[in-house]
C-alpha cells in the first residue's frame, strides 16, 4: 500500500509560480509511474501531468505544456510539479496518484492510477 501526501499549494497571482511536492511512503516508489490531476469546482478530474518510474519520459495535458514542469527524486520518493505563468484557470485541488508501471501504461487515464493522495488546494487570482 502506497500512501501519498501533497504539499505546496497556496494563493498566487497570475503569472506567478508555485511548486508542489507529493512524498509517497509505503512502496517501492522507484517503480511506480507518477501522475498529477487537478479537480476545478463544478468539473470533472483532468490530467495534469506525468512521469515514468525512472523519469524517462514525461506527459503533460495540452493546456498547462511549456508552464508547468514534472520530475522526480527517487532517492528522496518524491515527485513535484513546477507551474510557472500560472492562470486563474489553474485554480483547482492537486492530486497526485501513482501506479505500478508498465510498457502499456495509461498515463492519462485517472483510473489507471491505484494510489491517491488527499489533494492540496491551489489557487491563481487574476
Known amino acids: 500500500q502506497v500512501q501519498l501526501v501533497e504539499s505546496g499549494g497556496g494563493l498566487v497571482q497570475a503569472g506567478g509560480s508555485l511548486r508542489l511536492s507529493c512524498a509517497a511512503s509505503g512502496g517501492t516508489f522507484s517503480s511506480y509511474a507518477m501522475g498529477w490531476f487537478r479537480q476545478a469546482p463544478g468539473k470533472e478530474r483532468e490530467f495534469v501531468a506525468a512521469i515514468k518510474y525512472n523519469g524517462g519520459r514525461t506527459y503533460y495535458a495540452d493546456s498547462v505544456k511549456g508552464r508547468f514542469t514534472v520530475s522526480r527524486d527517487n532517492a528522496k520518493n518524491t515527485v513535484y510539479l513546477q507551474m510557472n505563468s500560472l492562470k486563474p484557470e489553474d485554480t483547482a485541488v492537486y492530486y497526485c496518484?501513482?501506479?505500478?508501471?508498465?510498457?502499456?501504461?495509461?498515463?492519462?487515464?485517472?483510473?489507471?492510477?491505484?494510489?491517491w493522495g488527499q489533494g492540496t488546494q491551489v489557487t491563481v487570482s487574476s
Open positions: 496518484a501513482a501506479s505500478p508501471d508498465s510498457y502499456s501504461g495509461s498515463y492519462y487515464h485517472g483510473p489507471w492510477y491505484n494510489f
